[in-house]
């Protein structure tokens, strides 16, 4: 692992969200939907790291059921990876179980998921930032 990527917040209200984090002096990139997660997110940067709000998009959307269960707040940290399938296979040496076997693709490279039962109570995110030749991830 190379570092904190990101601390992601779930919101109910992504533009609200924004406009209190802007207040704050965070400058957001283009919202990005993330389809195969249905949430929609939006990255600001800070230093070597990233804050990213994080909503639903649909009734069934993981998050929707966090922000019925918990309300808003810290939803997961993620941590940079050089090779995020070595690392998957790492992990399953050592006996965790990610979510995804296969990395997915998030709003900013390839990721996967370790349950917080696994982790303590916290959602770890694991990320390989890029799509290789691919630039944009707009699905
Ligand atoms: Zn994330």
Redesign the pocket.
Known sequence: MKKV??I?IAVSDLEKAKKTFKKLGFSFEETHEVSAMKVE?AFAKIGESHI?L?TPTSKDSTVKKFLQKKGEGI??I?FEVTNIEASIQKMKEKGFQPIYDKPQK???GL?TFLHPKETHGVLV?L?QRGFGEREHNHE
């Open positions: 990527d990101h992601a997110t990213e994080i939803h997961h993620c998030g709003a900013q990721v995110e990320i």
